[in-house]
Structure formats: structure tokens, C-alpha cells
């Protein structure tokens, strides 16, 4: 694919200054950047790259002044990081725009499938599938009964989505993704043997939802397992059955979520975070990686620590922690005094 300065600049609503007929057709850091790229200047820490790049075309803030001669064609936007974002949007939509059924697939004749649909060969659609518009499901995929997928979603390779599930519109699931799965659910009985728990809810992801490479999503066991709208989801996350995870949250991977707890809207959770079952988490909490959280958490509280502490108390206290040989020796000292006297 190739596209002009003017083409560029009519997608990001920018202005050029060089030559608006000049092609590029591959991207580039801007200090790797060769004749036929594009590249970007968003952190002033690399200015001096743009006077050496040979990068065709460079994006940058329309605040920017150069000081010397340059062989790039620059576009002026507002903000060129979020320009180049959406550019690299629009490259994926491009790029990925794949059309039409490959073969061998099985699509059950009860499914049904919107314009622009494209379905990779060795996927399987059961029954009563339902798929909006321009929807794009790779090699591999496995789609059980009564599944409805929304308008503009992309299933990669290797996923699969369970019976019952609902994808709202414009989600994306990664490769080996499994949505719907049962959740952890057995009894023990008087022998001590563990008997299963039918699980019979499903999973609705709202639209606007990612959901990472070898990520999994329970099924409840009654109702909903959900994630609303605008949550993103890193690789390798568990989502465990009936969880209910609040409007634009983001989670970074390895991070586990056990059954029934609710997690607010706008909080942010680092990696190999651990959650405990039945509890609620409030709106625009951050917790630190490797955090352990084991009781409610009210609403903007900032948690770090395994079991999590406030993040302020967690430093003062590490900083003790670190000194205990220190502090445990000048106990010492003082008790040998004390006990010469």
C-alpha cells in the first residue's frame, strides 16, 4: 500500500509543508527512517533525529520550528503521537481488510453474517451464529451455538467463543483468546470428592473491548460474566465466572480476577495483580503490580503490596523494611547497655 503526503494529511486533518505528492509505503522510528517511510517526532528527547532521518515523510506538532535544513516532508498536526495512533489504525483497517469465506471452514446453515465478512479456513460457525458487518474471524477459530458478534469486530487466530457468548461491536479478541469457558465451579461432598457445578450463565463483552493473546473469560455459573464497554484486557489475564468489570478499565497481564467481584469503571490494574472472589472494587482505583487484594476497595484508593496497603503507607513502610537488619542491631546495642547496668 502506498499513500501521499496529501493523502496522510487528509486522514489526520494536518497540513503539509514539502512536497504533498511525495509517497511513502511502510512506517519507521523516526532514527531508523529510509527513503519511502513514514515516521513521527513526538518526544522532544529525539529532536535531533529529524535532521538526519531519511524518512520521506515525518509527522510532527504544528509548534515545531526547525533550526536547519530538512530532507523529510513534514505534516503539521495537533498532537503527532494520537495522529500517528490513528494512522497506524487506519494501516491495520487497510491492511486487514480481508473479504470472503475460505475453504475448508464448517458455517452451520443457521448462521448468518453481515456485508464485509471474511472467515479463515479450519474455523468453525455452530448454530444459530449471528455476525454483523464487516467482521473478520481468522484461520482456527472455533464460534459455538447461539454466539452474536457486533459490527467491525476481529477474532484472530486460534481463539474461541463458546455457546451463548455476546461481542458487542467494534472488540477485539487476540489469538488463543477463550471466551465462555466454564468457570471453577465444584462442591466437595462428604467423601471429599469434588462434584461439578453446572455452569450455565454466559459472557457479554460490551463494545469497545481487547482482549489480549491467551486471555480467559469464565462463563457465570448463573446470569453474566461482563466487561463493559471500553475495557482492556492484556494477554494471558483470568477472568473468573459472574466478575463484572467496570467501563474502561485496563488490566495488564497476568492478572487474576476470582468469582463474583465487581471492579469499578476507570481503574487501572498492574500485572500479576491477584483479586480475591466476592468483593467490590471501586471507580479509579490504581493497584501496583504484584499487588494482592483481598477485601474492598473504596473508590480512588491507589494500593501496593501483597496483602495491598495504601501506596503511601506501602513506601513509608518498605523503607523500614529495607533498614530492619540496621534498626534490629541498633536494638541490639541498646539492650547490651541496658543490660550492663
Given at each position: 500500500?502506498?499513500?501521499?503526503?496529501?493523502?496522510?494529511?487528509?486522514?489526520?486533518?494536518?497540513?503539509?509543508?514539502?512536497?504533498?505528492?511525495?509517497?511513502?509505503?511502510?512506517?519507521?522510528?523516526?532514527?531508523?527512517?529510509?527513503?519511502?517511510?513514514?515516521?513521527?517526532?513526538?518526544?522532544?528527547?529525539?529532536?535531533?533525529?529529524?535532521?538526519?532521518?531519511?524518512?520521506?515523510?515525518?509527522?510532527?506538532?504544528?509548534?515545531?520550528?526547525?533550526?536547519?535544513?530538512?530532507?523529510?516532508?513534514?505534516?503539521?498536526?495537533?498532537?503527532?503521537?494520537?495522529?500517528?495512533?490513528?494512522?497506524?489504525?487506519?494501516?491495520?483497517?487497510?491492511?486487514?481488510?480481508?473479504?470472503?469465506?475460505?475453504?475448508?471452514?464448517?458455517?452451520?446453515?443457521?448462521?448468518?453474517?453481515?456485508?464485509?465478512?471474511?472467515?479463515?479456513?479450519?474455523?468453525?460457525?455452530?448454530?444459530?451464529?449471528?455476525?454483523?458487518?464487516?467482521?473478520?474471524?481468522?484461520?482456527?477459530?472455533?464460534?459455538?451455538?447461539?454466539?452474536?458478534?457486533?459490527?467491525?469486530?476481529?477474532?484472530?487466530?486460534?481463539?474461541?467463543?463458546?455457546?451463548?457468548?455476546?461481542?458487542?461491536?467494534?472488540?477485539?479478541?487476540?489469538?488463543?483468546?477463550?471466551?465462555?469457558?466454564?468457570?471453577?465451579?465444584?462442591?466437595?461432598?462428604?467423601?471429599?470428592?469434588?462434584?461439578?457445578?453446572?455452569?450455565?450463565?454466559?459472557?457479554?463483552?460490551?463494545?469497545?473491548?481487547?482482549?489480549?493473546?491467551?486471555?480467559?473469560?469464565?462463563?457465570?455459573?448463573?446470569?453474566?460474566?461482563?466487561?463493559?464497554?471500553?475495557?482492556?484486557?492484556?494477554?494471558?489475564?483470568?477472568?473468573?465466572?459472574?466478575?463484572?468489570?467496570?467501563?474502561?478499565?485496563?488490566?495488564?497481564?497476568?492478572?487474576?480476577?476470582?468469582?463474583?467481584?465487581?471492579?469499578?469503571?476507570?481503574?487501572?490494574?498492574?500485572?500479576?495483580?491477584?483479586?480475591?472472589?466476592?468483593?467490590t472494587i471501586g471507580d479509579r482505583v490504581r493497584i501496583q503490580?504484584?499487588?494482592?487484594?483481598?477485601?474492598?476497595?473504596?473508590?480512588?484508593?491507589?494500593?501496593?503490596?501483597?496483602?495491598?496497603?495504601?501506596?503511601?503507607?506501602?513506601?513509608?513502610?518498605?523503607?523500614?523494611?529495607?533498614?530492619?537488619?540496621?534498626?534490629?542491631?541498633?536494638?541490639?546495642?541498646?539492650?547490651?547497655?541496658?543490660?550492663?547496668?
Open positions: 500500500m502506498e499513500f501521499t503526503a496529501g493523502q496522510i494529511a487528509g486522514i489526520l486533518e494536518g497540513e503539509v509543508d514539502g512536497n504533498p505528492e511525495i509517497a511513502v509505503n511502510k512506517l519507521a522510528k523516526i532514527e531508523e527512517g529510509e527513503k519511502g517511510s513514514l515516521t513521527f517526532l513526538a518526544n522532544p528527547k529525539y529532536t535531533a533525529f529529524i535532521y538526519t532521518t531519511k524518512a520521506s515523510i515525518t509527522i510532527v506538532n504544528k509548534d515545531f520550528v526547525p533550526e536547519q535544513a530538512l530532507d523529510t516532508t513534514l505534516i503539521k498536526v495537533e498532537d503527532a503521537y494520537k495522529s500517528f495512533s490513528k494512522l497506524l489504525e487506519y494501516y491495520n483497517k487497510v491492511k486487514n481488510n480481508k473479504t470472503g469465506i475460505e475453504q475448508p471452514v464448517f458455517l452451520s446453515e443457521s448462521a448468518a453474517y453481515g456485508e464485509g465478512f471474511y472467515l479463515g479456513a479450519f474455523s468453525y460457525l455452530g448454530n444459530n451464529v449471528v455476525i454483523g458487518t464487516n467482521v473478520k474471524v481468522y484461520p482456527n477459530v472455533y464460534v459455538g451455538d447461539n454466539v452474536t458478534i457486533g459490527n467491525d469486530v476481529v477474532v484472530f487466530a486460534g481463539s474461541k467463543i463458546y455457546s451463548e457468548s455476546i461481542i458487542g461491536n467494534n472488540c477485539v479478541i487476540h489469538s488463543g483468546a477463550i471466551i465462555g469457558a466454564d468457570g471453577f465451579g465444584f462442591t466437595p461432598n462428604e467423601k471429599g470428592e469434588y462434584t461439578k457445578v453446572p455452569q450455565t450463565g454466559n459472557v457479554i463483552l460490551e463494545d469497545n473491548v481487547d482482549v489480549g493473546a491467551g486471555t480467559t473469560i469464565d462463563r457465570a455459573t448463573l446470569g453474566s460474566t461482563i466487561l463493559r464497554k471500553g475495557v482492556k484486557l492484556d494477554n494471558q489475564i483470568q477472568i473468573a465466572h459472574n466478575v463484572e468489570i467496570g467501563e474502561h478499565t485496563a488490566i495488564a497481564a497476568q492478572t487474576g480476577i476470582a468469582g463474583s467481584t465487581k471492579i469499578g469503571k476507570h481503574c487501572m490494574i498492574g500485572g500479576q495483580v491477584g483479586i480475591v472472589g466476592h468483593i503490580a504484584q499487588s494482592g487484594i483481598g477485601r474492598n476497595v473504596k473508590d480512588d484508593e491507589v494500593l501496593q503490596g501483597s496483602p495491598a496497603l495504601n501506596y503511601g503507607d506501602y513506601n513509608k513502610s518498605y523503607v523500614y523494611f529495607k533498614n530492619l537488619p540496621k534498626i534490629i542491631n541498633r536494638v541490639d546495642e541498646i539492650e547490651k547497655r541496658f543490660d550492663g547496668e
